[in-house]
């Protein structure tokens, strides 16, 4: 439950990355393009899964991270598995908000804080059980 808690706590500095990320592109460059939004979502997501790894592999998950290359590669994997959850939820987000809000903004940020939930789940899980598993043998019955 600790570890989970420090995932959350590290999530919370991951979500002000990516909004505010995904924001400031809105506010720069305002659109309702939908591959326009992927690809500020993409950025978004770039940024953010960089702070995760540095953070995460440094206190979530410390006890079992070497920082090595299969790890790394690991880690890649699943951010391109979280990657594509989160970008599909993005744009089904925004299939599912556009028609029922009328202000473009709150729509966009309504499907990024879905689309954020999603894919941290995904992503805990994915570290925990994939990237960062522990390396203590299993125990033989």
């Not at 992927?38 to 079992?64: G, P, Q």
């Amino acid at each position: 439950m600790f570890q989970f808690t420090q995932f959350t706590l590290i999530g919370m500095t991951n979500a002000a990355v990516d909004l505010g990320s995904l924001n400031i592109l809105l506010l720069l460059f305002p659109t309702k393009v939908h591959a326009l939004l992927v690809l500020y979502n993409t950025v978004a997501y770039i940024l953010t899964m960089i702070n995760s790894y540095l953070l995460n592999s440094r206190i979530t998950f410390k006890k079992n991270s070497d920082r090595t290359m299969r790890q790394k590669l690991l880690y890649l994997v699943e951010v391109i598995i979280c990657f594509l959850v989160s970008n599909m939820v993005f744009v089904g987000g925004l299939y599912l908000t556009e028609d029922i809000m009328s202000n473009a903004w709150i729509a966009q940020n309504l499907s990024k804080l879905l689309s954020m939930a999603i894919s941290s789940l995904t992503s805990f899980f994915l570290m925990k059980y994939y990237v960062f598993k522990s390396k203590q043998p299993q125990k033989s019955i």
